[in-house]
């Protein structure tokens, strides 16, 4: 048993007792007023100060959080180093940055398509936030539903922000990626017919979310990784991209390189780039702790930037509703949305349910900071407070064994800490998940650089402001794929031209010239967790 505190423990009896009179009495779903409202007076995004705005590069003008604007304008790390461009230690056809799914899923299409892929990443193939990703992926592909009806539940889940282009492809090019994933070898949940098992989401309203138990991005991530391997791409790792080469025709044609053990610079040339850099959770915006992996620091969105190329939304951020709050250790770890949509329900300090479960996640983070914050009905934990995840309801309503069965992850991340989540509540509170905005593309993935692709979460517009889960373990294959494809496309026309950084020094100079004289070094690649006494 878990040492919760006396408060804590009062707190859960209260939670017991109001367990079999809220099993059949969801909470209403919120009016378009009311989401409108709770959003605006408790959600992250809304707190101005925590925003600056921008004096230099294309997104001169708009606001960033300061985290992101000291990296967007910080120090290059290749100023006052003798860079040599002439003789690169690598010449490929398309140069993938990034190990993740939408890196990974790139690399086999480039490579399926002829070319001659490298992938570079600051860890290992498979440190990214694909592998965090837990409750499912979405695609419409059951008879009650269609890429038209996912399209309109993203748009309005993404307050009708999102590039209508991009979110038709993801919408309509899901059901392919799945099919995809399946041949690859994806162990998918599945009845006994064969037939895929899927439940709802935040937002969506059909039962779309394919899933492989709660390791749904671990089991795609594994999959792709052994077909990279399989394939004999080569994976140059623990070596991190520290700035974008251009040719003098202005079109990106590689990247310098620096290798994370022996800090060795090293060139790559390519007739493409792929960035797939992933998110910013290790950022910790505004002090929220985060269910992403270690490396997710933004890079790529400073390597685009500083290249000239621009961002879209950079400013909206996604803190997932249930982050654990207790124990410390796991302060922030994801609690996947999969425990709500099997039916697990919110509860206050009183044992009374506050928001339907299945908002849309800006909506339903924000009803749990009112609570904790507004309304002073959140429980004390120790790294602040947090509200109850009342999980036991899983098994009133689905059936003994379904925990162990649908979300064996959740179980065992709490069990190690003696938290049994299926005769006990869990405690909860936003945490930073998703970066909803990042760099600007084109239908064929490419920013506004020339011959610079993204794919993943890098990309900004495809999800609008807010995303819905599962569509993001799918963004990073559609998206992974279709970059693949067009970079190794154009790359068979592409002739290098004389490679130089003069953007970098522009780009310095620019700083200058605003007044900025930057200390922070940038891309930050790794996140500082020093301990502040020492
Ligand atoms: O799409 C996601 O972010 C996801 C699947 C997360 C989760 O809650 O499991």
Redesign the pocket.
């Known amino acids: 048993m878990y040492n919760y505190t006396d408060e804590q423990l009062q707190s859960m009896k209260k939670v017991e007792a109001t367990r079999a009179e809220r099993v059949n009495n969801l909470f209403p779903r919120m009016s378009a007023e009311e989401k409108s409202q709770v959003l605006k007076e408790n959600h992250p995004d809304y707190i101005d100060n925590a925003y600056e705005t921008l004096k230099v590069g294309p997104n001169k003008g708009d606001k960033v959080l300061h985290e992101l604007a000291d990296l967007l304008q910080g120090k290059s790390r290749v100023l006052g180093k003798d860079i040599d461009l002439s003789n690169p230690d690598y010449d490929v056809d398309v140069l993938v940055i990034g190990g993740g799914g939408a890196g990974s899923s790139a690399a086999i299409t480039a490579h399926a398509n002829g070319a001659n892929v490298m992938m570079v990443t600051k860890l290992r193939i498979g440190d990214a936030n694909t592998m965090m ?5 979405q695609a419409a592909d059951k008879p009650n539903d269609s890429p038209a009806i996912h399209y309109l539940d993203a748009y309005g889940g993404g307050h009708f922000a999102a590039k209508p282009e991009l979110l038709k492809m993801l919408v309509s090019e899901a059901p392919d990626a799945i099919k995809w994933l399946n041949e690859l070898g994806v162990m998918f949940d599945k009845a006994p017919d064969g037939t895929m098992i899927t439940t709802h ?1 935040g937002g969506t309203s059909r039962k779309r979310m394919h899933a492989c138990k ?1 390791y ?2 671990a089991e795609i991530m594994r999959t792709l990784r052994d077909e990279v391997l399989n394939r004999q791409i080569p994976v140059v790792d623990f070596t991190s991209a520290i700035e974008i080469i251009k040719d003098e025709n202005g079109r990106a044609c590689g990247a310098v390189l620096l290798n994370m053990e022996t800090n060795e610079i090293l060139i790559a040339k390519a007739k493409t780039v792929i960035l797939a850099t992933g998110g910013a959770g290790r950022l910790h915006y505004q002090g929220f702790p985060t269910s992403n992996h270690y490396g997710a620091t933004a890079d790529g969105l400073v390597l685009a930037y500083r290249a000239g190329a621009k961002l879209l939304y950079a400013d909206t951020l ?1 803190y ?1 509703p ?1 982050g654990a709050a207790e124990p410390t250790q796991i302060f922030g770890a ?5 425990v709500r949509s099997l039916g697990a329900q919110l509860v206050n300090k009183d044992g009374n349910a506050f928001v339907y479960s299945l908002e849309t996640r800006d909506v339903t983070a924000s009803t749990i900071i009112r609570e904790c914050k507004q309304r002073n009905n959140g429980v004390k934990t120790t790294d602040g407070e947090g509200v109850w995840l009342d999980t036991p309801i899983i098994e009133i309503l689905n059936g003994e064994g379904t925990i162990e069965k649908r979300i064996p992850a959740m179980l065992r991340m709490f069990g190690k800490y003696g938290i049994d989540i299926r005769k006990e509540p869990i405690l909860v509170y936003p945490t930073l ?2 970066q909803n905005g990042g760099i600007e593309i084109n239908s064929d993935c490419q920013s506004t650089v020339e011959n610079l692709f993204v794919a993943g979460e890098a990309v900004g517009g495809i999800h609008g402001r807010n ?7 799918l963004d990073i294959i559609v998206f992974g794929r279709d970059a693949g494809r067009s970079a190794s496309e154009k790359a068979k026309s592409v002739t290098v031209g004389e490679m130089n950084l003069n953007h970098v020094n522009s780009f310095a100079n620019e700083l200058k010239n605003a007044g900025i004289n930057p200390t922070t070094l940038s891309p930050k690649l790794l996140p500082n967790y020093k301990r502040k006494d020492m």
């Open positions: 990703a837990e409750g499912g992926i989401g709660d749904s991005g996604q997932h249930t994801l609690v996947t949305e999969k998940h998703y995303r819905l889960m599962g569509n993001s373990l």
